[in-house]
């Protein structure tokens, strides 16, 4: 994974399972967090046509979508509600529970440790990532200190539900 911490954009490989951005989530004086996702990363370069994913998990620049539903197969790091094959993933900290970014998601940091990094993942079994995966997406992370209440819907990392939640 490369960053550059300026802009505070990063790579995410496909091959490499789970990446520790550097991020310290709950260092930051800004209340949220964005990221999004660009570019599109391939799960199995044997069928490229099946294999190639945006980080919602879904075909790119396609007229079919071929979707790869594993929410319940535990061999995916993220396995719960809604998940795809090729999503982008993220946990806090190295042993944290994957959740689901895909090409967007906003968090609140508010009370997060200072000592806890955001890591980042193509959610494809972690075996078979170096064997059959190639490609990255380009994760652009912003800090966002505006409070305005006509913001789009947030959501934040209950740590001790395990969950996210609606604010």
């Not at 490499?16 to 799960?43: F, H, M, N, S």
């Not at 046509?49 to 396609?62: E, Y």
């Not at 061999?75 to 090409?103: C, S, T, V």
Request: glycine share 12%.
């Amino acid at each position: 994974m490369t960053i550059d911490r300026i802009n505070k954009r990063m790579k995410v490989y496909a091959t490499e399972g789970w990446q520790d951005t550097g991020y310290k989530v709950g260092a930051q004086a800004a209340p949220k967090v964005i990221l999004r996702a660009e570019g599109e990363w391939c799960t199995r370069t044997d069928d490229r046509k099946f294999g190639r994913r945006d980080a919602d998990g879904r075909t790119p620049n396609s007229g079919a979508t071929y979707l790869h539903n594993v929410s319940g197969d535990a061999g995916y790091p993220y396995h719960g509600p809604d998940a795809l094959m090729g999503q982008l993933i993220g946990r806090f900290g190295e042993n944290g529970q994957p959740f689901l970014i895909g090409k967007h998601k906003s968090f609140r940091v508010e009370g997060m440790p200072s000592d806890v990094s955001l890591w980042l993942c193509c959610n494809d079994p972690l075996g078979s990532a170096k064997l059959d995966n190639d490609g990255a997406l380009d994760v652009t992370l912003e800090l966002d200190d505006a409070r305005d209440v006509f913001a789009p819907r947030s959501q934040h990392f209950d740590r001790v539900a395990g969950r996210w939640v609606d604010d």
